[in-house]
């Protein structure tokens, strides 16, 4: 063991014995039953269409979902985002219909979970997951249906039964109620969760600026634009290094070489690695390649093509549905996973982190464009996720705030709205002991959740 590996151990054997001090011992969990189940969802409108993926969205859907047990009431709340979830379905219904389709899978979840008593989450899910698979095919008439449609349809499900499981087992915080094979991957406690800026394929120059001018400097540029793949490849090229010359001489004091951070997001659209490589080899070109910091989901998730030795890290997020998934994109070169707590459920991701965890892979969470108390679900598993290697701290996007039309409005839905927690400054989260202690607000019940089932 180097001495740089040797530190990096002692002090998570630190943050573990100190939390060990913190958390209840290991004790028999409750077994739950949940006698009703309620739903209801909300339509927040877009300021403007939202590209990726090679689609745009207008509007997204806020989804509640209660769960009722014997002596506790809960209410989960998600965003669908079907374009995300199943951008083949996406195209072939109208917005409306593709969200009612979600929707509905939701509702069939609710159904589901009243046969099953459970322990944990995450047992939960396992339990209900091959069955509701099948029904959200029949439901949606696809066959190929993504399996992502099926976990973002459960976002809200999910969420509700975390915070069942936390009521009837009386945890009072975040880390109370992390499973004990899961605390370990767990354990970190990031002072600074740096936030990556979205920069969607519509975004003005002037609109880049002005976030790092209010210091931002992770900037996630969304590549993989609409067109063919040779279309896409000079528009991502074109993107790319109009961006680079309006960036290429900002400074910040958050990284060691005072150097922006680029990140790229092609949602799998990239066909070949052939392809990919053209666009990498041309931000070498013009300079920008050694500020890349990892791309995103490159290829499409059936492609296979080992992406060992391209000389940037590789970032695997739709095609990990599974640990089996995250090893095979392992086996394949990737040096990273993407997390999506708030699009492909906690329980989901809690494995892929405990894996990563026990892989030495690092770890980001990545956004959905969700609602602001979704974004501390996020900031929850973020902040807990071993620190970025060569940013040391963690990482979260969150890109709400420059989409929703009534976003002044959905921050005051956040139960402690206005901590200073929730409000980016300088790029990144701030987290104090308040954060911790109060798990960023997500097991206070939300007033406008609640009377959304009055």
């Known amino acids: 063991m180097n001495r740089r590996d040797f530190i990096k151990s002692a002090a998570i054997l630190t943050s573990l014995n100190e939390l060990s001090l913190k958390l209840p011992m290991y004790r028999s969990l409750k077994s739950i039953r949940v006698e009703t189940t309620n739903s209801n969802f909300e339509r927040e409108s877009l300021l403007k269409p939202f590209g990726f993926?090679?689609?745009?969205?207008?509007?997204?859907?806020?989804?509640?979902?209660?769960?009722?047990?014997?002596?506790?009431?809960?209410?989960?709340?998600?965003?669908?985002?079907?374009?995300?979830?199943?951008?083949?379905?996406?195209?072939?219904?109208?917005?409306?219909?593709?969200?009612?389709?979600m929707y509905a899978v939701t509702e069939r979840a609710l159904q589901l979970v009243k046969r099953t008593s459970f322990e944990t989450p995450i047992g939960l899910q396992d339990s209900i997951l091959p069955e509701l698979k099948k029904e959200a095919v029949h439901i949606t008439g696809s066959?190929?249906?993504?399996?992502?449609?099926?976990?973002?349809?459960?976002?809200?499900?999910?969420?509700?039964?975390?915070?069942?499981?936390?009521?009837?087992?009386r945890f009072e915080n975040f880390d109370e109620m992390i499973p004990v094979d899961y605390r370990e991957a767990l354990s970190a406690r990031n002072k600074k969760v740096g936030v990556?800026?979205?920069?969607?394929?519509?975004?003005?120059?002037?609109?880049?600026?002005?976030a790092v001018d209010q210091g931002y400097f992770i900037i996630k540029i969304k590549t993989g634009q609409p067109g063919s793949q040779a279309e896409m490849l000079e528009k991502d090229k074109a993107r790319m290094g109009a961006i680079h010359r309006l960036l290429k001489n900002r400074?910040?004091?958050?990284?060691?070489?005072?150097?922006?951070?680029y990140t790229l997001d092609a949602n799998g659209r990239y066909e070949k690695k052939e392809t990919l490589l053209k666009l990498l080899d041309h931000a070498e070109k013009i300079g920008a390649l050694g500020q890349i910091l990892f791309v995103e989901e490159p290829l499409s998730e059936t492609n296979n093509e080992s992406v060992a030795g391209i000389g940037v890290r590789m970032a695997a997020d739709e095609s990990i549905h599974t640990e089996l998934d995250a090893v095979k994109r392992l086996e394949q070169g990737y040096g990273a996973f993407v997390l999506k707590g708030i699009a492909k459920s906690l329980s989901q991701s809690m494995k892929i982190a405990k894996l990563a965890y026990e892989r030495n892979v690092p770890c980001i969470c990545a956004d959905l464009t969700v609602n602001p108390i979704l974004i501390d679900w996020n900031k929850n598993l973020a902040a807990r996720l071993q620190p970025f290697p060569g940013l040391e701290m963690g990482m979260i996007e969150t890109n709400g705030n420059m989409n929703y039309a009534n976003w002044q409005k959905m921050l005051g839905y956040h139960p402690l709205a206005g901590a200073s927690w929730t409000q980016v400054r300088n790029g990144v989260f701030e987290l104090d002991d308040d954060y911790y202690s109060s798990s960023g607000g997500i097991l206070t019940p939300s007033k406008h959740y609640i009377k959304m089932f009055q």
Do not use: P
Not at 251 to 261: A, E, F, V
């Open 251 to 261: 400074t910040t004091s958050q990284t060691q070489d005072g150097k922006l951070i």
């Open 143 to 169: 066959d190929q249906l993504n399996v992502n449609f099926v976990f973002n349809s459960l976002i809200s499900v999910d969420n509700a039964a975390w915070l069942l499981y936390a009521s009837e087992n």
């Open 53 to 101: 993926k090679g689609g745009y969205l207008t509007e997204l859907w806020q989804t509640a979902s209660q769960l009722r047990s014997g002596s506790s009431s809960c209410i989960g709340i998600g965003t669908q985002s079907v374009l995300y979830g199943d951008a083949d379905l996406f195209s072939h219904y109208s917005e409306v219909g593709g969200n009612a389709l």
């Open 196 to 210: 990556m800026f979205q920069v969607s394929y519509g975004m003005t120059e002037q609109d880049v600026t002005e």
